[in-house]
Structures are given as structure tokens and as C-alpha cells.
């Protein structure tokens, strides 16, 4: 870690975290359209995971040649991933309905 | 063989090349490595997950089945153990190691709270009938993944909570520099960062 996080930016940033985590709680409680909820979820699930990765994890303040393959290295084979086996497991649907 | 001076500052330091390329130590860009592969094998999971909920012509509605109060407050205790050891990697960098003994110690008493929750959690699915080959709401691959994911996750939970307690007894000791706790944090924060995941893909979507 090359920069010290003040303690009360760690605790803003537990605060942010918990009122995504309750907002997803609220989406999740609603009745909005399937899409639109499933996109929220994601995008603040994203959003959760890069307040961890850089303020808790201190990413930020480390160098792009190590940020740059880990962050963007694992999105996207994780992405990859899943992009591959979502096309595959909706064609086994279509193929299993009558 | 004598061993040249040059060569032991150079092995200490960790690089033969001169200047670090990452600018972390060989332990951090260890533990990175470790989890980088580690989050590759939990996409593994939720993949093949996802494939099965989209193969599946039926999935049951979580909220029936699971206790959203309870994994709510789950999701509250790991993010707050979070936040209780990021203050304890900061105070342990400013060399307060009371402080950051103290700090460890909460963290591994979330992460304790957490397990209690799950092993409720588990109980009572199993007391209702699930198991890794079947349960009363709809396809078995249900449970087997809930059991896999989530047993996986805790185990996680369960290692860290040992290594923190552990980290706890030398700092306290002084026997560990910040750097000693930091590399136990990028574990623990992990561990929270992976729950996220999983709360999301599999107990919301």
C-alpha cells in the first residue's frame, strides 16, 4: 500500500456498501419488471465489488501494471465465461421445450 | 559457496531484475495470484450455476425458500468485518498495534457470527428436506448447488477466521509488521467480496 486510507473514509465507504446492499433488498421486495431488476442488481453488485477492490483492498493506490491484470484480466474471463455457458444453458432450454 | 552481497539483497528484496515491476512485495503479489485464481474458480461455480438456472424449465422463488431477514443480516455482519479489518490494516501501517489487534480480533468475531448464521441457515434446509441430491422445492441441482457454493464460501469464512485469530496472537506479540495484516485483510476482503457475488447471483437474481 503506497497511501494511508483515513479510518473515516473506510467507514463512508461500509455505509455506501449497506445502503446498496438494502436497496438491492428493496428491488428484490418489489415488483418491477424482471429486466430492469436484474440490471440494477448487477450494476450495484459491480459497483459493490470495485468499493472493495479499490478502497478496501487499496487498489487504487497500487500501479497499473498490477491493477490492469487483475482487475480487468479476471472481468473479462469471468465475463467470457459466463457469456459462453448463458448462450449454451438457454439453447438447452429451447431445445428441452416442446 | 560463499553467496555475493549484491545477490542477497537482490534475493531479498525479491526481484534479480532491479526494480520491482508491481511495486508490492513478493508476498503480495503472491496472495494476489492465489486470489485471482481463487475468484476464477468461485466464477466456475456461479457459471455453472447460471447455466443450470437457464437450462432449468423451473426454478424456485428464493424468497421462499430462503430466510431474507437472516442472509440480509449475514450480508450486514461480512460487510461490517470488512470495514473493521480495513481499520485494522490502517491502524497496524501507522504502527498502532493495539489498535489493530483490536480491530483483528472484531473481524474475526464477524466472521464467526457469520458461520453461526449459516450453520442455522443449513440446518434448517436440511431439517425441511434438502440434501446435495434432492429437496422438496423443485430440481435437485437446487441444493446441490446451494450446499457447493455456499459450503465453499463458508470454508473460506472458516480459514480466515483461523488465520485472523492467528494474526491477532502476533501482532499482539509483535511478532508481525502491517504488511503481516494487510496480506490477512486482501484475504478476508475476499472472502467479502466473493459474498457479494454470491448474495447477488444466487439469492436475488
Not at chain 2, 8 to 22: H, I, N, Y
Not at chain 2, 56 to 61: A, F, I
Not at chain 2, 167 to 174: D, H, I, N, S
Request: proline share 4%.
Amino acid at each position: 500500500m503506497s497511501g494511508h486510507t483515513s479510518y473515516r473514509t473506510y467507514w463512508i465507504t461500509w455505509g455506501v456498501l449497506l445502503v446498496l446492499t438494502l436497496s438491492m433488498l428493496f428491488v428484490e421486495a418489489t415488483p418491477f419488471t424482471r429486466i430492469l431488476a436484474v440490471l440494477f442488481l448487477v450494476a450495484a453488485m459491480m459497483v459493490k465489488a470495485f468499493l472493495i477492490g479499490g478502497w478496501f483492498m487499496h487498489l487504487r493506490f497500487e500501479k497499473p501494471a498490477l491493477v490492469i491484470p487483475i482487475v480487468f484480466g479476471t472481468l473479462l474471463t469471468v465475463a467470457f465465461l459466463f457469456f459462453l455457458i448463458a448462450i449454451d444453458g438457454a439453447a438447452m432450454l429451447r431445445m428441452a421445450e416442446p | 559457496m560463499e553467496v555475493p552481497t549484491t545477490d542477497v539483497a537482490s534475493a531479498e528484496a525479491g526481484w534479480e531484475g532491479g526494480v520491482s515491476p508491481f511495486g508490492v512485495s513478493w508476498q503480495k503479489l503472491m496472495m494476489w495470484i492465489f486470489l485471482v485464481s481463487d475468484a476464477l474458480l468461485f466464477a466456475g461455480f456461479l457459471a455453472a450455476y447460471g447455466f443450470e438456472r437457464l437450462a432449468s424449465p423451473m426454478w424456485p422463488e428464493q424468497s421462499e425458500v430462503f430466510p431474507m431477514g437472516v442472509i440480509a443480516l449475514m450480508t450486514f455482519v461480512l460487510i461490517t468485518s470488512s470495514a473493521t479489518m480495513a481499520t485494522a490494516v490502517g491502524a497496524a501501517h501507522r504502527a498502532d498495534l493495539r489498535k489493530a489487534t483490536r480491530y483483528v480480533l472484531l473481524t474475526a468475531l464477524g466472521g464467526l457470527v457469520f458461520l453461526l448464521f449459516q450453520v442455522n441457515e443449513w440446518t434448517g434446509l436440511i431439517r425441511e428436506g434438502a440434501s446435495l441430491s434432492s429437496n422438496p422445492w423443485g430440481p435437485p441441482t437446487f441444493s446441490s448447488f446451494f450446499f457447493m457454493i455456499t459450503g465453499f464460501h463458508g470454508t473460506h469464512v472458516l480459514i480466515g477466521v483461523i488465520i485472523l485469530l492467528l494474526v491477532a496472537l502476533r501482532v499482539g506479540a509483535g511478532r508481525t509488521a502491517g504488511s503481516g495484516v494487510e496480506l490477512a485483510g486482501l484475504y478476508w476482503h475476499f472472502v467479502d467480496l466473493v459474498w457479494v457475488f454470491i448474495f447477488t447471483c444466487f439469492y436475488l437474481i
